[in-house]
């Protein structure tokens, strides 16, 4: 007997951008077009992995956490032409979210408070990057 695996829902999982930001329109506008449910996460799901946040199995697998990072925007359910769609129309709405992300089958097990420290320090990474050949530049 085969084992029948859900696949996730198309989603976009959004983090510390709330409704009363300027291009909160713009999100949902952007996602009601490309077919994803827009869901706020927040600190109480920091220990939910990302397959039960994007409607997969699974519920909390460890604590929540006090999480201060900027906001994020984790998608699923896009294939690369909708991505590209999907970003356009978040630029041309002025949704600025720093930290973006799709769920892929290596992330999708990872907590939410997991997902977000990777990419603030994958951000932090490219910035000292960015800084570095500016630097080298001027010499």
């Known amino acids: 007997m085969k084992a029948r695996i859900r696949p996730l829902a198309p989603c976009a999982l959004v983090w510390n951008y709330p409704d009363t930001e300027p291009g909160f329109a713009a999100l949902a506008d952007a996602c009601r077009a490309e077919g994803l449910a827009l869901t706020p996460v ?3 799901d920091t220990g939910r992995t990302i397959a039960s946040l994007c409607g997969g199995p699974g519920s909390a697998s460890a604590p929540a956490i006090e999480a ?3 906001a994020a925007l984790i998608m699923n359910g896009l294939d690369r032409a909708q991505l590209d ?8 709405g002025g949704v600025s979210i720093p930290l973006k992300a799709m769920v892929t089958p290596t992330n ?4 939410l408070a997991a997902l977000l420290a990777e990419l603030e320090q994958e951000r932090e990474a490219f910035a000292a990057r960015v800084a570095a050949k500016a630097a080298q530049k001027e010499q």
């Open 42 to 44: 927040t600190p109480a």
């Open 68 to 70: 201060n990072y900027p």
């Open 85 to 92: 769609s999907f970003l356009n129309r978040l630029r041309a």
């Open 108 to 111: 999708q097990s990872w907590t």
